[in-house]
């Protein structure tokens, strides 16, 4: 049985820091992609981040040079260090994982289990 279970949201001013984990079982971690995605209020599902097999990421043009996604095969763990936060990243976070990197990173309907979300608040 998949599970994500997301952790290190909370509050923080602008210009801060924060690092979500992702911890992952029920699949072999490595061999599959993943993605962080977030959803502001009255916002559809965005995709913020992926990461392949092999390790490539790419990132939405509104995060890029401040995020980072990294994965822990060891740890069956999904990382998203996000630096710079400014008000507009506030939304709920959700980490997924797209099985044997069928379909596109960005398309939240070609991943197939989501973790519960974790939120972050970015005060001005």
């Known amino acids: 049985q998949v599970q994500l279970v997301e952790s290190g949201g909370g509050s923080v001013q602008a210009g801060g820091s924060l690092r979500l984990s992702c911890a992952a079982s029920g699949f072999t971690y490595s061999v599959h992609c993943m993605g962080w995605f977030r959803q502001a209020p009255g916002k559809g599902r965005e995709g913020v981040a992926g990461i392949d097999s092999l390790g490539s990421t790419t990132y939405a043009d509104s995060v890029k040079g401040r995020f980072t996604i990294s994965k822990d095969n060891a740890k069956n763990t999904l990382y998203l260090q996000m630096n710079s936060l400014k008000p507009e990243d506030t939304a709920i976070y959700y980490c997924?994982?797209?099985?044997?990197?069928?379909?596109?990173?960005?398309?939240?309907?070609?991943?197939?289990?989501w973790g519960q979300g974790t939120q972050v608040t970015v005060s001005s």
């Open positions: 997924a994982v797209r099985l044997w990197c069928r379909g596109v990173w960005w398309r939240a309907s070609d991943y197939q289990n």
